[in-house]
């Protein structure tokens, strides 16, 4: 039997840790915008939580339990008045429509603020800014030969926009066939290139496109970073929206989704291989992808989520009266049971790829 050191066992141990506290500060940003903005509105907040189940430490500060619970899957905010009628002034449910909408939006914006910041992180460590001009073609490749050329500044793929290397990328990948329309600009002129072929290669049973050129580079200045992190984060932000599409269109399914499970366990292979490597920017990299994930994610009109709040309040907002609130409640409890059965079978699906 071989002998197994503390090393080796710490070597296991610690990028699941860092894994699951990084998880747990995402959580923690989500929810303190929750708070901070519901304090400013002065709501009533019974309780400030980070993780679900039991509390394993707590303590009051005013009106407020601030707790930590056991499992690092989720957190809330529990303010007076969010699910029922209240008599009390600081209820949630008796302030503005605006008030409402700002708390309950603020979660997913906090997440993708934080993202904007490890983005900026993530642009200031590299040595140049990337850039969407073709720098120069790989040996044997093929793009070439069907119309693509150096100096061609790439603005479409496909009909998707690109604001910068990071939608190339996606746009690329998202393709099975390996065969592109680009529009780019060609000495000043908009030029669009009909049926580009890249070779394909396969990967763990998957086929994906050769990358076969090389972009430009720019020097880092501080309003390139900036603007940089910004298309950044949009173009992340998008990537989820074009998900969606596709795990609605039956392009992805629930065999392709990572829960909380898979998600720490994502971020524990990262976090190794950064360490292995010393690249810290794949962990800021894998960061920045996944808050700002889940930050959009929390936005969109789905029930039982900020963003199935916010369409009600809008719409409250818009009509200047409830939409009828004893059934949002219903709507938003049998979303949050369809949401947890999910959650439920894609970490199924997580623990059962972690023993495989």
């Known amino acids: 039997m071989p ?22 500060f995402i959580i923690f940003i989500h929810e303190l915008g929750h708070f901070v903005t519901a304090k400013l509105n002065k709501v009533t907040v019974h309780e ?49 429509v605006w008030q409402r909408i700002v708390i309950v939006a603020a979660g997913g914006i906090m997440n993708i603020l934080l993202g904007l910041i ?8 590299e040595d140049l ?18 119309g693509l050329q150096v100096d061609d500044k790439i603005i479409e793929v496909n009909g998707m926009h690109i604001f910068n290397s990071t939608d190339l990328s996606y746009a690329m990948v998202r393709d099975e066939d390996g065969i592109y329309d680009f529009t780019v600009i060609r000495n000043g002129e ?20 050769v990358f076969d050129f090389s972009l430009y ?18 173009s992340t932000a998008r990537i989820v929206w074009l998900t969606l599409f596709d795990m609605v269109t039956g392009r992805y399914g629930i065999t392709d989704l990572s829960g909380p499970i898979g998600t720490i366990d994502i971020i524990a292979d990262v ?59 219903y709507i938003h409890a049998a979303g949050m049971i369809l949401l947890l059965a999910l959650v439920a079978v894609i970490s199924i699906k997580d623990v059962v790829y972690l023993f495989k």
């Open 118 to 125: 490890l983005c900026g992180v993530m642009n200031s460590t």
């Open 217 to 234: 580079g720019l020097e880092k200045t501080p309003w390139l970073i900036l603007k940089n992190s910004f298309l950044d984060t949009v």
């Open 271 to 329: 976090a190794s291989e950064a360490a292995a490597s010393e690249k810290i920017t794949q962990i800021v990299n894998i960061m920045a992808f996944i808050t700002i994930n889940i930050g959009v994610f929390n936005l969109i009109p789905i029930p039982a989520l900020d963003g199935g709040r916010l369409f009600f309040l809008i719409a409250e907002g818009i009509a200047r009266k409830p939409i009828l609130p004893k059934y949002e409640k």
């Open 129 to 146: 800014i990337g850039t969407r001009t073709i720098a120069q073609f790989y040996d044997s490749a093929v793009s070439c030969n069907y």
């Open 3 to 24: 002998d197994i050191s503390i090393g080796d066992i710490w070597g296991k141990v610690w990028p699941i840790l860092f894994a699951i506290l990084f998880f747990g």
């Open 48 to 96: 400030f939580s980070i993780g679900m189940g039991p509390v394993i430490f707590k303590f009051h500060r005013k009106e407020t339990q601030i707790s930590l619970r056991l499992f690092p899957i989720g957190g809330f905010v529990q303010m007076d008045g969010e699910d029922e009628a209240s008599d009390n002034p600081g209820a949630f449910c008796n302030k503005k």
């Open 190 to 209: 908009k030029t669009l290139l009909k049926n580009v072929k890249f070779d394909m290669q396969e990967i763990n049973g998957t086929k994906t496109v």
